[in-house]
């Protein structure tokens, strides 16, 4: 099998192509099912092994972004305006 960007002979099992570094559609490698369990469960334990204070920092450093949004602002006014008018209804 050849390159298909320059044409050089590509080794057995090559995703690059050695002379130009193009990446190479290979033969879809199928995987077990053990091997996707085994990867589910490393992330899950992962995911687990944060702390609540790692969380915090996130939460954190991504609030700021949230707030400034326009759409965060919208649903917010989408959320506010009917209590708004539940409350003025009522004086």
Known sequence: MNCPRCGQPLSPGARFCAGCGQAV???????????TITWINHFIHEVAS???RDLAR???AHAVEIIKSPV???LCLVAIAP???QTLEGV
């Not at 559609?25 to 091997?35: E, F, K, N, V, W």
């Open 25 to 35: 559609a290979g033969p879809a490698t199928p995987r077990s099912a053990a091997h």
């Open 50 to 52: 944060l702390s609540v």
């Open 58 to 60: 996130v939460d954190r």
């Open 72 to 74: 965060f602002r919208l």
């Open 83 to 85: 209590l708004a008018i």
